[in-house]
Nanobody, 116 residues
Framework: QVQLVESGGGLVQPGGSLRLSCEAL????????MGWYRQAPGKQRELVAD???????TYGDSVKGRFTISRDNAKNTVLLQMNSLKPEDTAVYFC??????????WGRGTQVSVSS
């Protein structure tokens, strides 16, 4: 059984910063890719960023240069540092973890709201 615990969402003014954290708990053999997706009201879920076991990162075009993804393999944790936030970043952010021999697991989501 694997559980993803997300934290760090909230309300921030435009130009502000937030850091999201997601920890994978449970019986985990090995983690491949870890990442974040987001979904705004009325829109499709989209990739924000992901990072593979070798540290290679991928970013969505709208967040390049503003967001940074990182991972702590010892803690089975993925972090998303979000800077220069814009109102259009408002969405529910979901953590996703690809676990070796077990498939993908998704978190329940954490709300990020950017508004003055």
């Amino acid at each position: 059984q694997v559980q993803l615990v997300e934290s760090g969402g909230g309300l921030v003014q435009p130009g502000g910063s937030l850091r999201l954290s997601c920890e994978a708990l449970g019986s985990i053999f090995s983690i491949n890719t870890m990442g974040w997706y987001r979904q705004a009201p009325g829109k499709q879920r989209e990739l924000v960023a992901d990072i593979n076991s070798g540290g290679f990162t991928t970013y969505g075009d709208s967040v390049k240069g503003r967001f940074t993804i990182s991972r702590d393999n010892a803690k089975n944790t993925v972090l998303l540092q979000m800077n220069s936030l814009k109102p259009e970043d408002t969405a529910v952010y979901f953590c996703v973890v690809e676990i070796e021999h077990a498939g993908d697991y998704w978190g329940r989501g954490t709300q990020v709201s950017v508004s003055s």
